[in-house]
């Protein structure tokens, strides 16, 4: 099922709330295709597996997508994923 515009923006305010995520999604616009051991290098204070748990939620959100390559998974950013905030910061910044 379909989920609202206004999920889709809470789920991916959500996934920007935390820092980790942030800096998961910084490492992919300056690494496309990064493997989820790249990004666990990428962020020493967690564990692999709670890299993956951060990106599912960012793909749960619609802000990575994730293609298999044998046993590894790389991951990239989705053009476009934060364009729904920016036009909802846009029309509040208007607003005023």
């Known amino acids: 099922m379909r989920r609202s ?8 305010c959500h996934a920007l709330a935390d820092p980790t ?3 998961l ?11 989820t051991t790249d990004l666990a290098r990428a962020a020493p204070r967690i564990t692999r ?9 960012l793909l749960d959100a619609g802000l990575i997508q ?9 991951h990239y950013r989705v053009p476009g994923g934060l364009q729904e905030l920016q036009g ?9």
């Open 5 to 12: 515009a206004t999920d889709d923006l809470s789920a991916v």
């Open 66 to 74: 994730t293609l298999p390559e044998g046993r590894r998974r790389r």
């Open 49 to 57: 597996w709670a890299v993956m748990k951060h990106l599912t939620v």
């Open 88 to 96: 909802w910061l846009a029309a509040d910044t208007a607003a005023r």
């Open 21 to 23: 995520r942030r800096i």
């Open 25 to 35: 999604l910084a490492t992919l616009a300056r690494d496309p295709g990064a493997t």
